[in-house]
C-alpha cells in the first residue's frame, strides 16, 4: 500500500533553516510527481510546492519563492524541502502529497514551529 512518511520538522528560530524529508513507499516513486502542502493552526492547508515525477520542473506558492527548494531523489524514493530564511507564519504542519491511480495520498506530517 502507499505509505508515505515525513520527517525533519522541528522548532526552528526565525530566519533558520529545515529540510524535511518524504519516504515514500508501495508505488513506483519515480512514475509521480509529488508535493508539499501545510496546514497553520485555524487555517485551511495549502499548497507549498510541487516537483514533477522526474523532478525536471518545480513551481512554488508566492509565499515561498527564493526561500523554499523542494527535490526529489527517485533512487532514494525521497522527496525533500529545504526551507530557509523561515519566519513566524511558516509554523504549520507539513504534508506530503501524492496523486496516484485517481486517488489522494496524505502523510500523517511533520510539525514546524517557527519561533524565537
Known amino acids: 500500500q502507499v505509505q508515505l512518511v515525513e520527517s525533519g520538522g522541528g522548532l526552528v528560530r526565525p530566519g533558520g533553516s529545515l529540510r524535511l524529508s518524504c519516504a515514500a513507499s508501495?508505488?513506483?516513486?519515480?512514475?509521480?510527481?509529488m508535493s508539499w502542502y501545510r496546514q497553520a493552526p485555524g487555517s485551511e492547508r495549502e499548497l507549498v510546492a510541487f516537483?514533477?515525477?522526474?523532478?525536471?520542473?518545480?513551481n512554488y506558492a508566492n509565499f515561498v519563492k527564493g526561500r523554499f527548494t523542494i527535490s526529489k531523489d527517485n533512487t532514494k524514493n525521497t522527496v525533500y524541502l529545504q526551507m530557509n530564511s523561515l519566519k513566524h507564519e511558516g509554523t504549520a504542519v507539513y504534508y506530503c502529497?501524492?496523486?496516484?491511480?485517481?486517488?489522494?495520498?496524505w502523510g500523517e506530517g511533520t510539525l514546524v514551529t517557527v519561533s524565537s
Open positions: 508501495g508505488f513506483t516513486f519515480s512514475s509521480y510527481a
Open positions: 516537483i514533477s515525477s522526474a523532478g525536471s520542473s518545480t
Open positions: 502529497y501524492a496523486w496516484i491511480g485517481g486517488m489522494n495520498y
